[in-house]
């Protein structure tokens, strides 16, 4: 029987199924529950050791005698600290020690209770990794966040420059109940190395023989600049005859569909054949939310992550492999599958999961295409990126966060950039009058109204030439506030949190000598955009887009009502 804490059963099942089979450790009762779970599991063999000064060292001896990691568990207080003369000589010499010390509740940490001190960061200096678990992990989330952490200390560990991590686990009382028949059937993460190209072939083998296979790529700017473009178009026609590829704008590698978010509106939930078994995530982060709700619907799949660093980034929650191989890799191996046969027929997947997701998408697709908002935010983008078209060989586009890049995925077409790393509104301008500064091309910003009016900064500058302009939605607050359910019906919604405003750009303009022009409608609309697009000026020049945030809101809803209509038709 094992210890009824699940965070101590995760940990357990995770150390056997990473082959830590060695554990020294030490007395004490705050980890009682992990010695009884190690000493419980038919795979792990324990090592009394009492002083824990010296059970660092002999678990480092073993480390290096048998070439495999080793454990050593403590329990909690300064029983910690005396294993700081091993950790740092593990971490030197790259020794995978993994060091998992018990730690009481947070809540009590500098309350005067018992050993009691801040664990979590100790031996910060002298480790790859260091996590502290959730101390229940007593519903879906602190399980699956329990395991990743697990998970991402012991690939830390076992990398090939790997060495000692730390896992500290709070635990709360009672502490002696060991009515736990059985470990969990918990998920185990894997690390693929690079080996010349070897684990770039192994993924794209995987593709090919997955029934419903799945690329998902999220952001891109340069990693895909060593894969030319036959290489590229090659490697895509293989995914699309064989499976799903969902893209975003900020993928910015061209491809047959982006309109991801709304072909997930138009299915409205009605997905289970839409359901892959096979993931391949390539990229950074995605803008949509509805695309991440879906991938952590798909339970049972093989989620393979391609990246460069081997660093875990869960977004599915369901990830199962990590491949040290950068996507470029994947792209060139995919291709030469089309080398090897006379006509991609030879290898193209007929199925109906493949026939739906096509038809909805290409309805998605067209909806949006055929789509003519009323002047709004909505129209205002699809009228810049209509017009872009003509100009994106010469050009530049930022778009800011929130609204702004939810619009460009609705209409943009060729690559644009985006602050989307961390998602933060408050240098949107400041970056995109900072990239304009280092090229002679024209820079287009699109940029929502509190972004803009945060970061007005960016236009305070000598630097700055005529190459900038600026395209500023401005419906007096936080337009995405409107999209979220629920919110409307508090009090604090327009105040508070939207932050509504009645400020204009004008002032600001003139006191920066900015150029500045006015859209109220969809015919002055037009023509800012035009003069932006088309006029010489020495200095930045803004288009103020002024609109009704009600008339916004009714646009998307509106759009949402016919991505739903034609979903329904196609299901």
Same mark, same amino acid.
């Given at each position: 029987?094992?210890?009824?804490?699940?965070?101590?059963?995760?940990?357990? =099942?995770?150390?056997?199924?990473?082959?830590?089979?060695?554990?020294?450790?030490?007395?004490?009762?705050?980890?009682?529950?992990?010695?009884?779970?190690?000493?419980?599991?038919?795979?792990?063999?324990?090592?009394?050791?009492?002083?824990?000064?010296?059970?660092?060292?002999?678990?480092?001896?073993?480390?290096?005698?048998?070439? #495999?990691?080793?454990?050593?568990?403590?329990?909690?207080?300064?029983?910690? %600290?005396?294993?700081?003369?091993?950790?740092? &000589?593990?971490?030197?010499?790259?020794?995978? %020690?993994?060091?998992?010390?018990?730690?009481?509740?947070?809540?009590?940490?500098?309350?005067?209770?018992?050993?009691?001190?801040?664990?979590?960061?100790?031996? /910060?200096?002298?480790?790859?990794? &260091?996590?502290?678990?959730?101390?229940?992990?007593?519903?879906?989330?602190?399980?699956?966040?329990?395991?990743?952490?697990?998970?991402?200390?012991?690939?830390?560990?076992?990398?090939?420059?790997?060495?000692?991590?730390?896992?500290?686990?709070?635990?709360?009382?009672?502490?002696?109940?060991?009515?736990?028949?059985?470990?969990?059937?918990?998920?185990?993460?894997?690390?693929?190395?690079?080996?010349?190209?070897?684990?770039?072939?192994?993924?794209?083998?995987?593709?090919?023989?997955?029934?419903?296979?799945?690329?998902?790529?999220?952001?891109?700017?340069?990693? %895909?600049?060593?894969?030319?473009?036959?290489?590229?178009?090659?490697?895509?026609?293989?995914?699309?005859?064989?499976?799903?590829?969902?893209?975003?704008?900020?993928?910015?590698?061209?491809?047959?569909?982006?309109?991801?978010?709304?072909?997930?509106?138009?299915?409205?939930?009605?997905?289970?054949?839409?359901?892959?078994?096979? +993931?391949?995530?390539?990229?950074?982060?995605?803008?949509?939310?509805?695309?991440?709700?879906?991938?952590?619907?798909?339970?049972?799949?093989?989620?393979?992550?391609?990246?460069?660093?081997?660093?875990?980034?869960?977004?599915?929650?369901?990830?199962?492999?990590?491949?040290?191989?950068?996507?470029?890799?994947?792209? &060139?191996?995919?291709? #030469?599958?089309?080398?090897?046969?006379?006509?991609?027929?030879?290898?193209?997947?007929?199925?109906?999961?493949?026939?739906?997701?096509?038809?909805?998408? &290409?309805?998605?697709?067209?909806?949006?295409?055929?789509?003519?908002?009323?002047?709004?935010?909505?129209?205002?983008?699809?009228?810049?990126?209509?017009?872009?078209?003509?100009?994106?060989?010469?050009?530049?586009?930022?778009?800011?966060?929130?609204?702004?890049?939810?619009? =460009?995925?609705?209409?943009?077409?060729?690559?644009?950039?985006?602050?989307?790393?961390?998602?933060? +509104?408050?240098?949107?301008?400041?970056?995109?009058?900072?990239?304009?500064? #280092?090229?002679?091309?024209?820079?287009?910003?699109?940029?929502?109204?509190?972004?803009?009016?945060?970061?007005?900064?960016?236009?305070?500058?000598?630097?700055?030439?005529?190459?900038?302009?600026?395209?500023?939605?401005?419906?007096?607050?936080?337009?995405?506030?409107? !999209?979220?359910?629920?919110?409307?019906?508090?009090?604090?919604?327009?105040?508070?949190?939207? =932050?509504?405003?009645?400020?204009?750009?004008?002032?600001?303009?003139? !006191?920066?000598?900015?150029?500045?022009?006015?859209?109220?409608?969809?015919?002055?609309?037009?023509?800012?955009?035009?003069?932006?697009?088309?006029?010489?000026?020495?200095?930045?020049?803004?288009?103020?887009?002024?609109?009704?945030?009600?008339?916004?809101?009714?646009?998307?809803?509106?759009? /949402? /009502?016919?991505? !739903?209509?034609?979903?329904?038709?196609? +299901?």
């Amino acid at each position: 029987m094992y210890s009824n804490k699940k965070n101590v059963n995760i940990l357990t =099942a995770l150390l056997a199924e990473h082959h830590v089979c060695d554990a020294v450790v030490c007395p004490g009762s705050r980890n009682a529950p992990i010695v009884h779970n190690l000493n419980e599991h038919p795979d792990i063999r324990c090592y009394p050791v009492t002083d824990e000064r010296s059970a660092g060292f002999y678990a480092l001896g073993m480390a290096l005698a048998k070439r #495999a990691p080793v454990a050593v568990c403590v329990t909690s207080g300064t029983a910690l %600290l005396n294993l700081a003369p091993a950790v740092a &000589e593990a971490y030197y010499q790259q020794v995978p %020690l993994v060091v998992i010390s018990a730690d009481r509740p947070q809540e009590w940490i500098g309350q005067l209770d018992g050993q009691t001190l801040p664990q979590g960061h100790c031996l /910060h200096d002298f480790v790859k990794r &260091e996590v502290t678990l959730p101390v229940d992990a007593a519903n879906p989330s602190e399980e699956w966040h329990c395991n990743r952490l697990v998970n991402e200390a012991l690939l830390a560990a076992l990398r090939p420059a790997g060495g000692p991590v730390h896992i500290n686990v709070p635990i709360a009382e009672p502490l002696f109940e060991f009515s736990t028949e059985a470990l969990p059937r918990t998920r185990v993460i894997r690390r693929l190395a690079d080996q010349g190209g070897d684990s770039a072939d192994i993924v794209s083998r995987w593709w090919m023989e997955a029934k419903r296979p799945m690329a998902v790529m999220g952001q891109f700017f340069s990693e %895909l600049a060593s894969c030319d473009l036959e290489t590229r178009d090659a490697a895509f026609d293989v995914m699309e005859a064989r499976g799903v590829v969902l893209t975003e704008t900020l993928c910015n590698v061209p491809t047959r569909f982006t309109r991801v978010d709304e072909a997930l509106v138009a299915v409205d939930g009605n997905d289970e054949g839409l359901l892959p078994d096979f +993931i391949l995530y390539l990229g950074g982060t995605l803008v949509s939310k509805r695309l991440r709700h879906f991938l952590r619907k798909v339970d049972g799949a093989r989620v393979v992550m391609a990246c460069p660093d081997g660093e875990v980034a869960d977004v599915t929650m369901h990830l199962t492999d990590i491949v040290e191989v950068s996507p470029d890799q994947v792209l &060139e191996s995919l291709a #030469a599958w089309s080398h090897g046969v006379k006509d991609l027929s030879e290898i193209t997947l007929h199925s109906d999961y493949l026939r739906r997701w096509q038809q909805v998408l &290409e309805r998605a697709q067209q909806v949006v295409d055929d789509f003519e908002p009323p002047f709004s935010q909505m129209a205002a983008v699809r009228y810049f990126e209509q017009q872009f078209e003509d100009f994106y060989d010469s050009c530049s586009v930022h778009y800011a966060n929130s609204s702004a890049i939810r619009l =460009a995925n609705l209409f943009a077409e060729h690559p644009v950039h985006c602050n989307r790393g961390v998602n933060g +509104i408050d240098g949107s301008l400041s970056t995109a009058a900072g990239f304009s500064v #280092a090229t002679d091309d024209l820079v287009f910003c699109v940029v929502g109204d509190l972004s803009f009016f945060y970061d007005q900064n960016a236009l305070w500058n000598q630097n700055l030439r005529g190459n900038l302009r600026i395209i500023l939605l401005n419906n007096g607050r936080g337009g995405i506030f409107q !999209q979220l359910p629920g919110l409307a019906k508090s009090p604090a919604c327009d105040h508070l949190v939207s =932050a509504c405003h009645n400020t204009r750009a004008q002032g600001i303009c003139t !006191q920066n000598d900015i150029g500045y022009l006015l859209a109220t409608d969809m015919q002055q609309l037009k023509m800012g955009v035009m003069t932006l697009m088309t006029s010489t000026h020495s200095r930045p020049v803004v288009l103020e887009v002024v609109t009704d945030p009600q008339e916004d809101a009714a646009a998307l809803r509106q759009l /949402h /009502h016919l991505l !739903q209509t034609a979903g329904c038709q196609s +299901i």
